[in-house]
């Protein structure tokens, strides 16, 4: 539905110079056009669905054919009866795949053909063994151009081509993942620490991707398997899941209770409005589409967005919904699901200022482009009634008001997570721990093999199976010397945050001190002295670190080429001191170190986050000296570490 403007200020439709027609369309998959068309391009130098016939050969061998000659060529061209000249259609170039695939030519078995909206990719291409989905390459590109597009440090790489493999190039430098990441989670990257200049050097450039990686991995992501060189090297399917995750926190970060309070009308019967704190995004969009759903007079309900979707059904109730004048039922008479899909996609853009998928991406079932959708069509008109003042203020009581304690359950959330456990994430500390088994699960993956599954309580569905399993957890920890006075499996169960608070500490501060090789407190302390030896520190509460110029020396020592000095500040008023705290989060980063808080925590010397974060930062040191590459405080504990070649 594009449009130009002509001459006169009137306007006509856009061509589509790579349209196909529907009997030679039908014989292809979506994502099977897809790729012709992105190879096609590549020799489309005027841009207008055309290429010259005499470089068909190359396309041909582009696509991974064998034994590719001129009298080949010749032939394919002749089966069209064309009229003389020198340029080939894109629908034209289709009839000919379509052909050859029709008399199964023995060249065109060295395709491989995608399945499951997987890129087409041949059997010796760069792509190896995986693969990934077109349609996301092209949402994801579309979504970042627009909300990068006024950058100007990505003037030189924006906009990337959707319909291209240039997004993991524009990965390369590290620059475009680290302002994604504080789009995704404004201020956690300094973006002053970030190496921004043209022709970056080998070494600014894996600074700037150690920086990437920490930094989401500190704002929830699960990065597994992911080093800088996997980035410089383009291994799409690991970038391509690393941007997902980013992409995922960004469109769905405001969709919970304290951006949207009217989600409480979407409690179940018999259900406490304190559990739709435990539920991830995904849950609500789920609940969201089910509620307009049942409002529509509609008895079909919805448990994933993935294949539920796929017939556009509940799509188009929804939009309707929402917008009943905008949005009307027309698509349900179509049996083609693609054409439904683009009116649920036309229907889309009349409500948000921007849709980044295609009607593939529905038919296909594609969880997380429609979990991209759904977040923008919530985020924008989630079309929940509003709320009483009763409902406000239960609304209210779940908006945790003590600040200090929702940042430590913020920091040991994002902690419990990096552990890359199976079956475990946290969406809220208080309420997930509630039935012990996050807990036992924390416990043996920092002390494998302590914790006897025999014992416990699989399905914790009563309030005693869920207090036994908390006290088996603390009895395991008190094992490992950890103290846990006063505590007990009720207060657990029973959501005493301040307690919860206390036995999370203790777990966290007993694995970072392991991961050190079972070290003290006292014995790191002594060697941040020993790397800073003009200005000593009495203890982690020292209130001299509150300028963070201590713990820049202390980067310094282990790197100084990753310090800027004419961006750390003397630190005597407020602003420099949070300024120097930024940049000292975002330089242990670059280090590679993988560290949760924030930069008042170094400001006001908490001295639990500051003990931390030192642990960090001698994690680095030690890797460094041992020769490793790329370190990770999670990662090179649980995982194999990935050492220099």
């Known amino acids: 539905n594009a449009k130009i403007m002509v001459e006169g200020?009137?306007?006509?439709?856009?061509?589509?110079?790579?349209?196909v027609p529907y009997e030679v369309k039908k014989h292809f998959s979506p994502d099977e056009l897809h790729s012709l068309k992105l190879n096609f391009r590549g020799f489309d130098t005027d841009k207008n669905?055309?290429?010259?016939?005499?470089?068909?050969?190359?396309?041909?061998?582009?696509?991974?054919?064998?034994?590719?000659?001129?009298?080949?060529?010749t032939a394919q061209i002749a089966t069209l009866s064309l009229e003389e000249g020198e340029t080939l259609h894109f629908k034209e170039f289709c009839k000919i795949i379509d052909n050859l695939k029709e008399k199964k030519d023995p060249k065109i078995q060295k395709i491989t053909l995608s399945k499951g909206g997987k890129e087409i990719h041949m059997e010796e291409g760069s792509i190896g063994h995986h693969s990934y989905e077109v349609e996301e390459v092209e949402s994801f590109c579309k979504l970042v151009n627009e909300v990068l597009k006024d950058d100007k440090d990505l003037e030189e790489i924006l906009p990337i081509d959707p319909d291209s493999s240039d997004l993991f190039d524009a990965m390369e430098s590290g620059v475009l993942l680290c302002k994604l990441i504080n789009e995704a989670s404004p201020g956690t990257i300094d973006e002053r620490a970030i190496n921004s200049k043209k022709n970056l050097n080998i070494f600014q450039t894996k600074e700037n991707l150690n920086l990437a990686i920490s930094a989401s991995k500190s704002i929830g992501c699960r990065i597994v398997n992911i080093n800088p060189q996997v980035i410089i090297e383009k291994k799409a399917h690991l970038v391509l899941g690393m941007v997902w995750q980013v992409i995922k926190i960004l469109v769905t970060k405001s969709v919970d209770l304290k951006h949207h309070p009217e989600i409480i009308h979407l409690k179940e019967e018999e259900?406490?409005?304190?559990?739709?704190?435990?539920?991830?995004?995904?849950?609500?969009?789920?609940?969201?589409?089910?509620?307009?759903?049942k409002q529509a007079g509609q008895e079909r309900r919805i448990n994933n967005l993935g294949g539920d979707l796929k017939d556009s059904i509940c799509y188009s109730y929804v939009l309707n919904q929402l917008d009943k004048e905008k949005c009307d039922l027309s698509a349900l008479e179509d049996e083609d699901l693609h054409e439904r899909a683009k009116k649920v996609i036309t229907n889309s853009g009349k409500l948000i200022p921007k849709t980044y998928i295609t009607p593939d991406a529905i038919v296909k079932a594609n969880q997380k482009l429609n979990i991209i959708l759904c977040s923008e069509l919530f985020n924008h008109v989630h079309g929940l009634p509003p709320l009483t003042k009763e409902e406000e203020y239960e609304a209210a009581k779940l908006i945790d008001d003590d600040i200090e304690g929702t940042k430590e359950e913020r920091v040991f959330r994002l902690w419990m997570n990096a552990l890359n456990i199976d079956s475990l994430y946290i969406n809220n500390l208080y309420e997930d721990v509630k039935d012990g088994l996050f807990y036992l699960k924390v416990i043996d993956k920092i002390w494998p093999g302590t914790i006897d599954w025999k014992r416990v309580e699989k399905k914790p569905n009563m309030k005693v199976k869920k207090i036994n399993n908390n006290g088996y957890a603390l009895k395991a920890v008190q094992e490992k010397k950890i103290k846990v006075i006063g505590i007990g499996g009720t207060d657990i169960v029973d959501g005493n945050k301040k307690l919860i608070l206390a036995i999370t500490w203790q777990m966290m501060r007993a694995h970072y001190l392991q991961v050190l090789g079972g070290r003290t407190e006292d014995d790191l302390l002594k060697w941040v002295n020993s790397m800073v030896p003009d200005s000593n520190i009495q203890n982690f509460k020292d209130k001299t670190m509150a300028d963070s110029k201590f713990l820049i020396k202390l980067e310094a020592a282990i790197e100084p080429r990753a310090i800027n000095w004419e961006l750390v500040t003397e630190g005597e008023t407020e602003e420099d001191k949070e300024k120097n705290a930024k940049y000292c989060i975002s330089i242990a980063r670059k280090l590679g170190a993988l560290i949760f808080l924030l930069w008042d925590d170094i400001v006001n010397v908490n001295p639990k986050m500051v003990m931390v974060f030192a642990a960090s930062l001698m994690k680095v040191y030690e890797d460094m000296k041992a020769g490793k590459e790329q370190f990770s405080f999670i990662s090179d504990n649980f995982q194999l570490p990935c050492k220099k070649k």
């Open 271 to 293: 259900e406490e409005i304190a559990e739709l704190l435990k539920l991830p995004p995904e849950q609500i969009l789920i609940r969201w589409v089910n509620w307009h759903m």
């Open 9 to 19: 200020g009137e306007e006509e439709p856009k061509v589509d110079y790579y349209e």
């Open 49 to 73: 669905g055309q290429m010259k016939r005499a470089q068909l050969g190359e396309l041909f061998i582009a696509l991974g054919f064998k034994d590719v000659n001129e009298e080949f060529v």
